[in-house]
Each structure stands twice: as C-alpha cells, then as structure tokens.
C-alpha cells in the first residue's frame, strides 16, 4: 500500500529556479520524512518533521506539514543541477511506507 | 565510513534458482528493512527486523524469506525466484529513536541490488 503521494510526478526547472513537491498521506502519521534518489541508486535521507511542527528548515530545504490537510510539502529555493533527482515522502515508523516520488530535472 | 552493503549489486538468474541477497551494516543499528523498487509504484517494504531474531512481514513478503541472526547482518532469500521477482532491491538500518512516538526511523540504504529473473 501506499501511504504518501508525490505531486507532481515530474518536474522540470531552470537552475536558480525553487522547485516545489507535494505529499499526500491517507492516515495519521507522527512523523514524515523526505528521501532524495539519484538514478538508480539508493535513497538519501534529507529531512524529518514531527507531527507537531508545521515547518523545518535545512539549508536550501523547507519543508512544511499540514496535519489537519494530510499533507506535506518540500521546497527546494535557488536550485542546482546537482538537485536533479527523485524525491520521496515516508511516513510510517517500523513499517516505513513510501510514496512514488516526484522526478525533478534541473536544467543548467 | 558508516554504510549499508549489500551483495550482489547485479544479479542476472533463472526461475527456481535459489539465491541470497546480503546486506549488512556498520552502524550498529537495531533495525533493519528490506524493500522493492519497481517503476510507478515507488519503494514497497518487503521485511523487517526490529533486533536479532526479531522479524516482521512488510507489505509484499511472498516468495521471500529473511534472517537475522546478528545485528550487523539480514540476508534476502528468494527460494524460488520468478520473473515477477525482477526488480531493483534496497536494503536500509536505522536506529530506533525511542524519544519520538512511533518510533522514528532515519534511514540509511544500501546501493542497491538490480535483479533479473528470466
């Protein structure tokens, strides 16, 4: 099952550029999580908010989460062609449930 | 370095093959998971491991077994592969951050394993 939704699935800027994604969950969550992928390989771990904040910061990441909404979203300002790669939400503790990602190409 | 290694990183096999897929990990890290990655349907957890000889079904364990009979180390067998098995494979550990409800997981992967079954 999929718990958390990206949105898009596909994104395309110019560097410079802020790249937005959105996450949809379905049920009650403590935490979520956003995972960055390059090409085929594994996932990085960028960036974990509490179900009792609304907002974190993490260098050129924000991310924001709306409980009452169900949804989350991750805000990538002055983009890189380094950012160019998949980007998911987690949800779940011991039963980590991703979502299908958002795949963002930065364009130099 | 802190890291998640898995092995093989490529696997081409037959169907009925039995293979193993090892993942371990340096961090000392209690838990530990196994996911599937096939395009449009994202990362899907196969098993996971809270501790040593403590396992648990993710969402799609048919057709896998795992172990975990040191902390460090949590194979994936597949007993009988079939092509539906092909797939791109992840291993992951964390910690369990017990300060936080649900217990938080921040998760390092591994580089993946790439399967084919034919």
């Known amino acids: 099952s999929q718990q958390g939704e990206e949105d898009p699935q596909a994104l395309s800027i110019q560097e410079g550029e802020n790249a937005t994604m959105n996450c949809s969950y379905k049920?009650?969550?403590?935490?979520l999580q956003w995972y960055r992928q390059n090409s085929g390989r594994g996932l990085v771990h960028l960036i974990l908010i509490r179900s009792n904040e609304r907002e974190k910061h993490s260098g050129r990441l924000r991310v924001t989460l709306d409980t009452s909404k169900k949804s989350s979203s991750l805000l990538i300002t002055a983009s890189r062609a380094a950012d160019t790669a998949s980007y998911f939400c987690?949800?779940?503790?011991?039963?980590?449930?991703f979502g299908a990602g958002t795949r963002l190409f930065v364009k130099a | 370095e802190a890291q998640v290694t898995q092995n093989p990183r490529y696997l081409i096999t037959v169907t009925g093959k039995k293979l193993t897929v090892t993942c371990s990990q340096n961090m000392n890290h209690e838990y530990m998971s196994w996911y599937r990655q096939d395009p449009g349907l994202g990362l899907r957890q196969i098993y996971y491991s809270m501790n040593v000889e403590v396992t648990d079904k993710g969402d799609v364990p048919e057709g896998y077994k795992v172990s975990r009979k040191e902390k460090r180390n949590f194979p994936l067998i597949l007993e009988s592969p079939s092509p539906n098995q092909t797939s791109l494979y992840f291993c992951?550990?964390?910690?369990?951050?017990?300060?936080?409800?649900?217990?938080?997981?921040?998760?390092?992967f591994g580089a993946g394993s790439r399967l084919t079954v034919l």
């Open positions: 992951a550990s964390s910690f369990i951050d017990r300060s936080a409800v649900g217990g938080a997981n921040v998760l390092t």
């Open positions: 987690a949800t779940g503790g011991f039963k980590t449930i």
């Open positions: 049920t009650s969550i403590n935490n």
